[in-house]
Nanobody, 121 residues
Framework: QVQLVESGGGLVQAGGSLRLSCAAS????????MGWFRQAPGREREFVAA????????YYADSVKGRFTISRDNAKNTVYLQMNSLKPEDTAVYSC??????????????WGQGTQVTVSS
């Protein structure tokens, strides 16, 4: 079993940048594909990005392609989400997910509690 803790959220103006981190403990990160999801008030959780076990494969939602970059450092047991050119519609609670078998929008064996990202216009 793996425990996930997100950090790096906050308040930023439109056009700004944030880098989210997801620190894993309990098991080695390389055992899992990792993903980021977000949930805005009144909306369902949606897939943002995912990265394969060794970091060689990445997937992005169309809404963040070209603006967000997911990466991982298995030696540090940490996954990152670099978010650039942020828009007010990116405002949401961002959570990371770990899945030993699946990658992509349907992944999600283990979840962190999330970190709030607020983008002001």
């Amino acid at each position: 079993q793996v425990q996930l803790v997100e950090s790096g959220g906050g308040l930023v103006q439109a056009g700004g940048s944030l880098r989210l981190s997801c620190a894993a403990s309990g098991r080695t990160l390389s055992s899992y594909a990792m993903g980021w999801f977000r949930q805005a008030p009144g909306r369902e959780r949606e897939f943002v990005a995912a990265i394969g076990w060794s970091g060689g494969t990445t997937y992005y939602a169309d809404s963040v392609k070209g603006r967000f970059t997911i990466s991982r450092d298995n030696a540090k047991n940490t996954v990152y989400l670099q978010m650039n050119s942020l828009k007010p519609e990116d405002t949401a609670v961002y959570s990371c997910a770990a899945d030993p078998r699946k990658i992509g929008a349907t992944m999600g064996g283990y979840w962190g509690q999330g970190t709030q990202v607020t983008v002001s216009s």
